[in-house]
């Protein structure tokens, strides 16, 4: 199967367990309703996917990633935070689902992925000109990571009633320059 036929696939296996979950509970969607939705076999669900887990893990990894890679910088980090906000209310059905279903992990480890590579990105440039250890870099984005999906998480059990604009403007004010500031604490930092 090529790259392309196989991606193609994929994508009518995702699209059809995200129309599925519009309407039924993830733990009632089965392999066989996910192939009859959109006119596969199940040799071709098990060719590309263990389980109905492992497809929802590829949904947030690929569709995710996707949408914040050109927003992980210092200046656009904003943008990158919408861009997963965004991605949740088109989605909404679906993540929803999902946060209420066994495969919670699923979307908890999607929000920690996108969140901590956009983190990580913004640390790795704000401390390009100083001398701070991976350790810490990777401990200060953590920290951040942990607080952003927080957040999200909670926007998402309140029925993501809040505007995610509001959100992300008081998030902005609150670490604006701390950033700086707390690489500044661990530069030149020995142990």
């Known amino acids: 199967m090529s ?16 129309d599925m979950m519009s309407h039924a509970p993830l733990s009632k969607i089965t392999v066989q309703h996910l192939v009859d939705n959109c006119g596969l076999n199940r040799q071709t669900f098990y060719y590309h ?3 109905v887990y492992e497809l929802l893990a590829w949904i947030y990894k690929t569709e995710a990633l996707e949408s914040i890679a050109q927003y992980r910088s210092y200046t656009t980090w904003t943008s990158g935070l919408q861009k997963i906000f965004d991605y ?8 929803t689902s999902t946060l209420d279903s066994l495969a919670r992990p699923h979307l908890d480890a999607y929000l ?15 401390s390009s000109s100083m001398s701070v250890r991976d ?10 990571t942990l607080a952003f999906t927080g957040l999200i998480i909670q926007w ?3 029925d993501m ?7 992300i403007a008081k998030l902005s004010e609150l670490v604006e320059g701390n950033f700086v500031t707390a690489l500044h604490r661990y530069e030149n930092r020995r142990h």
């Open 49 to 51: 996917f263990q389980d």
């Open 156 to 158: 998402l059990e309140q």
């Open 88 to 95: 949740i209310t088109h989605n909404k059905a679906f993540c």
């Open 112 to 126: 920690y992925s996108v969140t901590s590579e956009l983190m990580m990105d913004v640390i790795n440039e704000v």
């Open 161 to 167: 009633k809040e505007d995610p604009a509001v959100i």
């Open 135 to 144: 350790d810490d870099k990777h401990f200060i984005s953590n920290f951040y």
């Open 3 to 18: 790259n392309s036929s196989s991606l193609r696939t994929k994508k009518a296996l995702a699209a059809s367990l995200k």
